[in-house]
């Protein structure tokens, strides 16, 4: 494989997000969310200062802001997942459809090297939107409620990692399936994945109170599916991370917590498995494409 022919193609990725105004319309929509988070931050702080006259009332302050920060992360992540499936659903099965791929693949041009070209592409693109959108949501916390997380670079990581990996897995079945039928398996895909975080969840909660067969069941269902596809459990790994010791006591206190979080530190076992779920997928894409008949 030869690195500067795939960084034309990750150049020309970027450069077709470009031209098609994919990024401005991100970008557009990314600032009204900050603008909204920061507006509804603001009116929460205030309210809260105003209805907190005692040291306890004042003391439940640090949960609320952690709260509020760890929900508009939450909502950056959803959108860098729903992004990274929307830009890469079409990567090559758009391009077969248009019939773009035969002018482009008539160069001295391997097609190993127009999938990683994409993929590089796709994911700085994707990375850049997370790390720009993680960050302005902290920055917004810190500089209204002077709220800091615990360890933002390892949530960004995982983040990171969670992108990346959908990418991985939308850009296979575009080597695979037309546009359509990626699009419907992708995100049915994304959506059990949350589903099965919820599962956990729930397995969790009952095992905690109660010694039953059940909730074993739906704790495998939920590990199961999430082998399938580890999106929601890296989500609930970064979570982990964005939360402050007062809100890790309080979610703790509250036996199951939230379903959305995690109050334990993501095993080294699932990062593993999603770097090598990211090098599987990837060169799966790579040997379809290479046997797909134009």
Request: charged share 10%; proline share 4%; no cysteine.
């Amino acid at each position: 494989m030869r690195p500067g022919y795939v960084l034309q193609i990750a150049r020309f990725t970027l450069q077709e997000a470009i031209s098609r105004r994919l990024i401005l319309a991100g970008v557009l929509i990314s600032l009204a969310f900050i603008g909204l988070y920061s507006l509804g931050f603001h009116f929460a702080y205030d309210k809260s200062l105003e209805n907190s006259s005692s040291p306890e009332q004042r003391l439940t302050l640090g949960v609320v802001f952690a709260t509020l920060t760890l929900f508009g992360v939450y909502v950056v992540n959803y959108l860098a997942s729903f992004l990274a499936l929307f830009l890469s659903v079409a990567a090559v099965s758009g391009e077969i459809d248009g019939g773009t791929l035969h002018a482009v693949l008539a160069r001295p041009l391997r097609r190993s090297e127009f999938i990683v070209g994409r993929w590089l592409g796709y994911s700085f693109m994707i990375g850049a939107y997370i790390v720009a959108m993680t960050g302005l949501v902290l920055v917004v916390a810190y500089l209204i409620a002077g709220y800091a997380v615990p360890d933002p670079v390892r949530a960004l990581l995982l983040m990171l990692l969670e992108g990346v990996l959908l990418l991985t897995v939308s850009l296979f079945g575009s080597t695979v399936m037309p546009t359509l039928a990626n699009g419907v398996v992708v995100f049915t895909l994304l959506g059990l994945a949350w589903l099965a975080g919820i599962i956990e969840f729930v397995g969790r909660l009952l095992a905690s109170a109660t010694d039953t067969t059940g909730s074993d069941a739906m704790l495998n269902i939920g590990t199961s599916v999430s082998l399938l596809l580890p999106s929601d459990a890296l989500w609930r790994g970064a979570s982990y991370y964005l939360e402050s010791p007062s809100m890790l006591a309080a979610l703790g206190a509250a036996r199951g917590g939230i379903p959305f979080f995690s109050t334990l530190p993501p095993p080294p076992a699932l990062i593993f498995w999603s770097l090598g779920y990211v090098a599987v997928v990837l060169g799966g894409a790579v040997l379809a494409f290479r046997a797909r008949d134009l």
